[in-house]
């Protein structure tokens, strides 16, 4: 478990980042988060599926999800109290939101449900210290045939190029850490059994996007 202290200053951290940011981050973001639609074309979602975002953000990806999924449930948590403004703002009573930190929560006290059909990673293991166990805590969070999706910045961010190099600082203002092993947790956790996994770079390695599918007959 993290400590209090430390969930508590990453929290300050996000808060200070975004009480600003958040007016300007779906208009600046669209620029360079680049995968978000794709991740969300393949959810495939069904009416009644339940749809938890971790590190929901403004809600963005919610809102695309209810527009492209009628009938969905929708779930986000993220640990910033300004990016939640953002999302209650946008999403308003078609979600259930709450503060919490995605390397540890109670989903079943905290959103009502302890598992969900998709789960949804969206450029924050990025920000998110520990990540790995963050993604691991995720794929809990999953029901019987359902699934987890995770973009993020990819390979092309460890290039020796001009454009990476001009990436790679601009992330840095923001605390964004690319993940280069993504594929690698990604792969763990599909090795295990009940699960599968498929994995792809988009845009030649500009973004990874993974899909972690959880068998409808598998149990914990």
């Known amino acids: 478990m993290a400590p209090a202290g430390e969930k508590h200053d990453h929290a300050a951290l996000m808060d200070s980042i975004y009480r600003g940011q958040k007016y300007i981050y779906d208009v600046t973001r669209k620029y360079y988060l680049f995968g978000r639609d794709d991740l969300i074309r393949g959810l495939d979602c069904t009416s009644g599926d339940a749809v938890l975002e971790i590190a929901c953000g403004t809600g963005r990806n919610l809102a695309k999800v209810q527009q492209a999924y009628p009938g969905t449930k929708l779930f986000g948590i ?50 998110i210290p520990d990540w790995e166990r963050a993604m691991r805590h995720a794929a809990t969070l999953v029901a019987p045939g359902g699934s987890l999706h995770v973009v993020d910045f990819g390979s092309y961010s460890a290039r020796d190029t001009l454009g990476a190099r001009i990436l790679k ?28 996994r498929e994995g792809r770079d988009g845009m030649g390695g500009y973004y990874r996007l993974e899909r972690l599918y959880r068998e409808a007959g598998a149990t914990d």
């Open 78 to 127: 993220d640990i910033s109290a300004e990016m939640l403004k953002s999302a209650a703002g946008k999403l308003g009573t078609s979600a259930i939101l709450a503060p919490a930190d995605a390397r540890q929560f109670d989903a079943r006290a905290m959103l009502g449900r302890p598992t969900f059909e998709r789960v949804i990673l969206s450029y924050s293991v990025s920000m």
């Open 169 to 196: 600082w601009w992330l840095k203002q923001f605390h964004v850490s690319p993940r280069l092993n993504l594929p690698d947790v990604a792969a763990e956790i599909g090795a295990q059994p009940g699960w599968r």
